[in-house]
């Protein structure tokens, strides 16, 4: 067993109606991966632009399965003393302050050098134990008694030799300690990594994962996001803010917006008021989807003629 819910991941398409329910509109690929990931018991490699959904995918799927959502933040010098774990070093000063009165009982009767040497280290080893270790996202993950979702988000953030040093993890669900040894899952957790696609990620790394490519949905599908998100948004104001959304994607941006741009000025358009989009409501909102200034100064000029284009869209 995964996880203790692990009887709610039955079919792609249930995972698909499930989701809507929480708010989360996804496609079939979406859901199908979701599915065989939790059935092959295979970390889940996404991989998309900015914005689309891949974070937010794997807060779905711990709502869904009532698990607890283990989320570790990837950045550039990342290493395994913050992502797996670390010594309580100031617990086990105190500690030792303590006991150091005993140190006489414990030296007591020891035979040459040798002897007190042994003796120390077995000493010592009671300040490497589990009860002295502070454990990080991938060691919490697995300890986790009833499964977790384990969220390694954006992997492409850091280092090659972080990358290497997840390999064990995602192989064979275990992590080996040097002070204590090697750590199996209790149950094994679902692992989903995420990456913006900032940089290349290694072939050791793509062959332990399903692999899954969120891009900018499709029309009819950003439009049930919206009204999923923003349900009190008219229809016909709906279709015209997707419909320039698309319009801004097609144009060489240094940010086209993303879905959660999308939601963002559909909920101030709401709350403006507005009933139809025109030049005047563009100008004014441009920056809640763009979030260059070279991108503004770029599509300003050109928001007549991409209403234009719009209206022609829709009369056809």
């Known amino acids: 067993m995964i996880i203790k819910h692990s009887d709610k991941i039955r079919s792609p398409e249930e ?11 996804c496609s079939d690929a979406i859901a199908t991966a979701v599915y065989l990931a939790c059935q092959l018991q295979k970390p ?4 998309g632009p900015p914005g689309v959904g891949k974070t937010e995918l794997a807060k779905k799927t711990s709502e869904y399965l009532s ?14 003393a913050k992502a797996l774990y670390e010594w309580k070093y100031g617990k086990q000063l105190l500690y030792t302050q303590l006991l ?9 009767g020891a035979k040459g050098l040798d002897e007190s ?22 060691l919490q993950a697995l300890k986790e008694p009833e499964g977790a979702i384990l969220l390694i988000d954006e992997i492409d953030k850091a280092d090659q030799e972080f990358e290497a040093f997840l390999l064990e993890l995602l192989s ?3 992590v080996s300690i040097p002070e204590i040894g090697t750590v199996k899952a209790t149950s094994r957790p679902i692992v989903m990594l995420t990456s913006n696609n900032t940089r290349e990620l290694g072939d050791a790394l793509k062959r332990r994962c399903l692999h899954l490519y969120i891009p900018f949905p499709e029309p009819k599908l950003e439009q049930k996001i919206i009204a999923s998100q923003v349900p009190e948004l008219g229809g016909e104001l709906r279709d015209q803010l997707v ?3 698309k319009e ?3 144009m060489a941006l240094k940010k086209v917006p993303a879905v959660s741009e999308s939601i963002d000025w559909a909920r101030a358009l709401l709350l403006l008021n507005v009933e139809e989009l025109d030049r005047e409501w563009v100008e004014n909102t441009l920056n809640l989807l763009l979030k260059f200034q070279e991108d503004v100064e770029i599509v300003e000029p050109e928001i007549n003629q991409l209403l234009s284009n719009l209206r022609k869209s829709g009369r056809n």
């Open 100 to 108: 150091k009165d005993q140190l006489g009982d414990v030296m007591r």
């Open 15 to 25: 995972i698909r109606k499930n989701f809507e329910k929480l708010g989360y509109i």
């Open 44 to 47: 889940i490699l996404i991989e």
């Open 117 to 138: 040497v042994d003796r120390l280290h077995q000493f010592g080893d009671i300040f490497y134990s589990e009860e002295f270790l502070e454990t990080r996202p991938l």
């Open 172 to 174: 064979d669900y275990q």
């Open 67 to 80: 698990a607890p959502l283990i989320r570790m933040q990837c950045y550039e010098g990342l290493d395994e």
């Open 248 to 250: 801004l994607r097609m």
């Open 243 to 245: 419909g320039f959304v």
